[in-house]
Nanobody, 121 residues
């Protein structure tokens, strides 16, 4: 079994910054693609950014130039650095990871419990 735990959310003023962390633990052989998603009240969950095992990144247009996703494979942790935050960034942020528990298994998707980000104007 694998657990993903997000942290780093909170209340910040517009223009501020936050760094979210997603730490994986449990039965881990390798972590493949990892994505950060967010869900605002009354809206669907949307992809914010993702990163492959090789470090290739992808960003939603709404956060390009303001967010950076990175990973520390030694710590099984993925980060989302968010700058120039706007009130419309307010949402619960979730990480999703494709994790192999053994070398002979394909990756299985796991979700964290989410961390709240609130940006005040």
């Amino acid at each position: 079994q694998v657990q993903l735990v997000e942290s780093g959310g909170g209340l910040v003023q517009a223009g501020g910054s936050l760094r979210l962390s997603c730490a994986a633990s449990g039965s881990i052989f390798s972590i493949n693609d990892v994505g950060w998603y967010r869900q605002a009240p009354g809206k669907s969950r949307e992809l914010v950014a993702d990163i492959t095992s090789g470090g290739r990144t992808n960003y939603a247009d709404s956060v390009k130039g303001r967010c950076t996703i990175s990973r520390d494979n030694a710590k099984n942790t993925v980060y989302l650095h968010m700058n120039s935050l706007k009130p419309e960034d307010t949402a619960v942020y979730y990480c999703q990871a494709s994790v192999q528990s053994t070398w002979f298994e394909s990756g299985r998707n796991y979700w964290g419990q989410g961390t709240q980000v609130t940006v005040s104007s």
